[in-house]
């Protein structure tokens, strides 16, 4: 009988701390038969206005359409585009990389652990997802795992901290894992930094809470 597949969320930047997460998690909580999905929160940057600096892209599109570009320099926005789409995919890549040492090292411990024929190596399904948010992450990924029907979702301890720090404009996690133990819907399973960790379990136990928000109506 064929296993079913679990959800699991993976919120993540590009700190050493999400790097740790990422090759513990494949070693001690992900499946064979999980989705994983990989998602990290982009804050959009200042869209360009040629008469009052910068304002966000919702009021940009708003003002331009009403002014027929009179408050907008062209050649501004499409420089702003090509920063934004440079951005997306950056974080793209990273979350691809760590798909890929995810599965690397799924594979290396089922290796270790079996002797079994190469068409049984285990395969995980990933999904990436760049989320864009102007405000605090800590939503942002509870909606995105109450929307995938997360069975499970996984953090580091700590991230960046501020924007301010993380030159691709990524959401440090350091707040997020308070906040993500206290509203998702799920249990969540927070990884520590690898200096504070002494003799882990082969297997992880998530942090369960009695918290359980109404799910999101279609």
Not at 60 to 77: N, R, W
Request: aromatic content about 6%.
């Amino acid at each position: 009988m064929a296993q079913k597949q679990r959800v699991v969320v993976m919120p993540v930047d590009e700190s050493s701390h999400s790097e740790h997460a990422v090759t513990w998690a494949a070693s001690h909580v992900v499946q064979p038969s999980d989705h994983v999905y990989l998602v990290t929160v982009l804050h959009p940057t200042a869209y360009p206005s040629a008469s009052f600096g910068v304002f966000s892209a919702e009021m940009a599109t708003v003002a331009s359409s009403m002014l027929e570009g009179e408050m907008v320099d062209p050649a501004k926005v499409a420089a702003w585009e090509r920063c934004e789409a440079e951005r997306v995919a950056t974080a793209e890549d990273m979350l691809g990389k760590y798909a890929q040492q995810m599965q690397s090292k799924i594979i290396v411990d089922h290796v270790k652990n079996h002797t079994s024929e190469p068409s049984s190596t285990p395969k995980v399904h990933f999904t990436v997802r760049v989320l864009m948010d102007e405000g605090n992450p800590g939503p942002t990924v509870v909606k995105y795992a109450l929307e995938k029907e997360a069975e499970l979702v996984v953090v580091g301890s700590r991230g960046l901290g501020s924007i301010e720090s993380n030159v691709m404009g990524l959401f440090g996690l350091g707040s997020v894992s308070d906040y993500l133990l206290k509203h998702l819907h799920c249990p969540a399973l927070v990884v520590k930094a690898e200096h504070m960790q002494h003799d882990p379990p082969s297997r992880a136990e998530p942090h369960t809470h009695s918290h359980d928000p109404s799910p999101i109506k279609q």
